[in-house]
């Protein structure tokens, strides 16, 4: 069985600095999709940010980047010139890829505060 | 933009009662999924359903059942509530395979308590 790792609960930066949230995962398979979802206070996850396993080239949205180690199975998301508005919390899931409905595996998040 | 939505945001039931929570989704996706979110524990799949009338259990699908009449509208049903269900509960939508990229979309969120 697939498993998904975040070992920091709780996180701070300072706005307009770099913070770096970890993620590990378990698996077997070979082919997968990695997910950073952005879940902010008393509103609607949204994804953030994907990675298909078979790319070798790390996946980045703007301020959002992956660093993806398969060989280490690990998924971290570094956010850049961080805003008040990254305040959220987040989660790294995983996805198997093949089949119908493709369920998602999520960590159990990480609280990111972004500091004035 | 794809939309999900669901019927309440708070809802306070006592032990015993059967709660419904509804989900209806805009973007005419096969896939419809339930999760519960607990603080330390994540996000946890109860029950999932690619097509009407069609579902699967998830990881905890214990003291739930659920409903797909339609393709849009997947409700979550718990029989008989109990308090260790207060919790937050979450639908999300996608569209099949790997369609849509495999992006999940989730909806606001209901947070159940169970007195």
């Known amino acids: 069985a697939q498993t998904v790792t975040q070992s920091q609960p709780e996180m701070s930066v300072q706005e307009a600095e770099t913070v770096t949230l970890s993620c590990t995962y378990d698996t077997s398979e070979s082919n997968y999709y990695l997910f950073w979802y952005k879940q902010p206070p008393s509103r609607q996850m949204i994804l953030v940010i994907r990675q298909e396993a078979y790319k070798q080239q790390n996946a980045t949205e703007n301020r959002f980047s992956v660093n993806f180690q398969k060989a280490a199975k690990s998924f971290s998301l570094k956010i850049s010139d961080s805003q008040l508005g990254d305040t959220a919390m987040y989660f790294c899931?995983?996805?198997?890829?093949?089949?119908?409905?493709?369920?998602?595996?999520f960590g159990t998040g990480t609280l990111l505060a972004v500091q004035p | 933009d794809v939309k999900v939505t669901q019927s309440s945001r708070y809802l306070v039931k006592r032990t015993g009662e059967k709660v419904f929570l509804e989900c209806v989704q805009d973007?005419?996706?096969?896939?419809m999924f339930w999760y519960r979110q607990d603080p330390g524990l994540g996000l946890r799949l109860i029950y999932f359903s690619y097509d009407v009338k069609m579902k699967e259990k998830g990881d905890i699908p214990e003291g739930y059942s659920v409903s797909r009449e339609k393709k849009e509208r997947f409700s979550l049903i718990l029989e008989s509530a109990s308090t260790n269900q207060t919790s937050m509960y979450l639908c999300?939508?996608?569209?099949?395979?790997?369609?849509?990229?495999?992006?999940?979309?989730f909806g606001p969120g209901t947070r159940l308590t169970v007195l």
């Open positions: 899931a995983f996805m198997r890829d093949g089949g119908a409905t493709n369920k998602l595996i």
């Open positions: 999300a939508s996608k569209a099949p395979g790997a369609a849509g990229y495999n992006e999940q979309f």
């Open positions: 973007m005419d996706h096969e896939n």
